[in-house]
C-alpha cells in the first residue's frame, strides 16, 4: 500500500497531524496538571497550617506525611476515618474540593480541541481527494480526446501509484488504438489501390478483347486465316488476363498479411524446380536453355513455394527478354552470413533511369 502514491501522501499527512494534535492535547493536559498540582500544594499546606496552629508538637510527622511517600498504615488509618465523612475511593470527583473547578474547564477544552482539529482534517483530506479526482478528471478528458480521434495528449507517468499505473495503461492503450487505426486506414489505402491496379491491369487486355469480339461479330464473311489470327490474339489476351488476376490476388493475399510465411530449412535447388517445372514449356517454345552453377547443396531458412513464386516471376522475365537459344544462367552460393541465388540473362537489360522503380508494384519501363 505504501508503493500507492495518493495512499502514501494522505498517510503521511494525517500522521503529521495526528502528531500535531496528539502535542496540543498533551499541551493542554500539562497545563491542567500543573493547576491541580497547585491545588493540592494549597490544600496541604492549608492543612498543615491549620494542625499546626492547634498541636505544633505534630510539626514532624506532619512534614514527613507531606513530602514522603505515604504508608500503607497511615493510609488505612485516615481511609477508615475519612470514610464517615463520604470521603473515600468510590466519591464522585465532581465532590473533590481540588477538581470542582478544573475538570469540567478540562473536559470542554479537550472537547474543543479534538472539535476545532475537524477543521483542518476536514480541509486535508479534502485537499486530497481534490487531486485524486483532478486526475480522474484528466483521464476522463484524455478519454474524450481520444474518441474524438486526438491522440495527442500523453498522461504523465511518473512514480508508483494507482493513478501513475493508470495513466501509463490509458497511454498505452491510445497508443494501440492509434496504431488500430493507422492500420485499418492503410488497408483502406492499400484495398483502394488494389482495385486501382486491378482496373488499370485489365483495362488493356479487355479492350483488346471486346475490339477483337466486335470485330468477329461484325464482320460475317471474314475469313478462316483471320478470324483464326484473331482468336489466337484473344486467347493471349485471356491468359495475360488469367495471369494478371492470378498475380494480383497473390499480392493482395501478401500485402495483407492473410498468408503466413514458413521459416523452414530449405535447399536451394527445390525452390529453383519448382520454377523450372513451371516454366518447362516458355523455354522449349523459345529454344532456351538454364544452366545452374555454384554450390548445388546449398540451403537457407524460408517458404519453398513463396520462394518458388518469386524466382518464377524472376526467371519467366528472363525468358521474355531474352533472345531465342540463349542461356540464362543461375548461380548458387552459401555463406556463413548468407545464401544467394543469382539468375542472370543476356536481354536487353533496363534502363538506368528505371532501376530505381522496379520495386514499384506494376511499374513498366518503355
Known amino acids: 500500500m505504501l508503493k500507492n502514491m495518493e495512499y502514501k501522501n494522505i498517510l503521511i499527512k494525517i500522521i503529521i497531524f495526528q502528531i500535531a494534535l496528539s502535542l496540543i492535547i498533551f499541551l493542554a493536559l500539562n497545563l491542567e496538571i500543573n493547576k491541580i498540582n497547585q491545588k493540592i500544594i494549597e490544600q496541604n499546606t492549608a492543612l498543615m497550617g491549620r494542625i499546626l496552629k492547634s498541636n505544633p508538637e505534630l510539626e514532624g510527622e506532619i512534614v514527613d506525611l507531606i513530602t514522603k511517600e505515604i504508608t500503607n498504615e497511615d493510609f488505612n488509618d485516615g481511609e477508615k476515618m475519612l470514610k464517615v465523612y463520604g470521603y473515600d475511593k468510590n466519591m464522585d470527583k465532581s465532590l473533590q474540593p481540588i477538581l470542582r473547578g478544573i475538570t469540567p474547564k478540562l473536559e470542554i477544552k479537550i472537547a474543543f480541541i479534538i472539535l476545532l482539529s475537524l477543521i483542518p482534517l476536514t480541509i486535508l483530506i479534502r485537499s486530497e481527494y481534490k487531486k485524486i ?199 548458387l552460393e552459401e555463406t556463413p552470413l548468407f545464401t544467394s541465388i543469382i539468375i542472370k540473362d543476356y536481354g536487353e537489360g533496363i534502363d538506368k533511369k528505371d532501376i530505381p522503380h522496379i520495386f514499384e508494384r506494376f511499374y513498366k519501363v518503355n
Open 133 to 331: 479526482y483532478g486526475k480522474i478528471k484528466e483521464i476522463s478528458y484524455a478519454a474524450e480526446r481520444v474518441v474524438d480521434g486526438d491522440f495527442s495528449i500523453v498522461l504523465k507517468a511518473e512514480g508508483e501509484g494507482d493513478l501513475n499505473i493508470l495513466n501509463h495503461s490509458f497511454n498505452q492503450m491510445a497508443n494501440r488504438l492509434k496504431n488500430s487505426i493507422e492500420i485499418l486506414q492503410r488497408e483502406k489505402i492499400f484495398l483502394k489501390d488494389t482495385l486501382s491496379d486491378i482496373s488499370h491491369q485489365l483495362k488493356t487486355p479487355l479492350s483488346s478483347l471486346i475490339m477483337l469480339n466486335d470485330l468477329i461479330l461484325q464482320d460475317e464473311n471474314m475469313e478462316e486465316e483471320v478470324q483464326r489470327d484473331f482468336l489466337e490474339k484473344t486467347s493471349v489476351q485471356l491468359d495475360r488476363m488469367e495471369w494478371l488476376i492470378i498475380n494480383l490476388l497473390k499480392i493482395a493475399r501478401i500485402e495483407a498479411g492473410a498468408i503466413p510465411f514458413k521459416k523452414d530449412k530449405v535447399k536451394s535447388m527445390e525452390a529453383i524446380e519448382i520454377a523450372l517445372s513451371t516454366l518447362n514449356m516458355n523455354l522449349v517454345e523459345k529454344n532456351q536453355k538454364v544452366k545452374i552453377y555454384g554450390d548445388l547443396e546449398s540451403s537457407f531458412y524460408g517458404d519453398k513455394d513463396w520462394t518458388g513464386e518469386a524466382l518464377i516471376n524472376i526467371i519467366k522475365n528472363s525468358i521474355e527478354h531474352s533472345k531465342d537459344g540463349e542461356t540464362i544462367k543461375i548461380i
